[in-house]
């Protein structure tokens, strides 16, 4: 079965910076998008920011201009960089993964915290 394991994240102090990293398990293969997505308190899972395997990038409007993806594809391997971290940024982040056959992964979750 594979797996996605997150590490990073924590707490920062408002206009702090903070990484996120996902490791796919090599069980995984076939990826075609890896990403993450935020769910805070009381609130729906969101989009943060994706990447295709070909380097294509998304991102949510909330996070432009602060947060960037990257990946590399030989370790399977996605990390967020979140610069300019705001409170709002505060909640659990989740990696997704999404394969070719449109099977998805997702991580445990790793929690950023923001304080003011």
């Known amino acids: 079965q594979g797996q996605l394991v997150e590490s990073g994240g924590g707490l920062v102090q408002a206009g702090g910076s903070l990484r996120v990293s996902c490791a796919a398990s090599?069980?995984?293969?076939?990826?075609?998008?890896m990403g993450w997505y935020r769910q805070a308190p009381g609130n729906q899972r969101e989009l943060v920011a994706t990447?295709?395997?070909?380097?294509?990038?998304d991102y949510a409007r909330a996070v432009q201009g602060r947060f960037t993806i990257s990946a590399d594809n030989a370790k399977n391997t996605v990390y967020l960089q979140m610069n300019s971290l705001k409170p709002e940024d505060t909640a659990v982040y989740y990696c997704?993964?999404?394969?070719?056959?449109?099977?998805?992964?997702w991580g445990q979750g790793t929690q950023v915290s923001v304080s003011s």
């Open positions: 090599g069980s995984i293969v076939r990826l075609d998008v």
């Open positions: 990447i295709t395997r070909g380097g294509t990038t």
């Open positions: 997704y993964a999404r394969t070719w056959y449109n099977v998805v992964y």
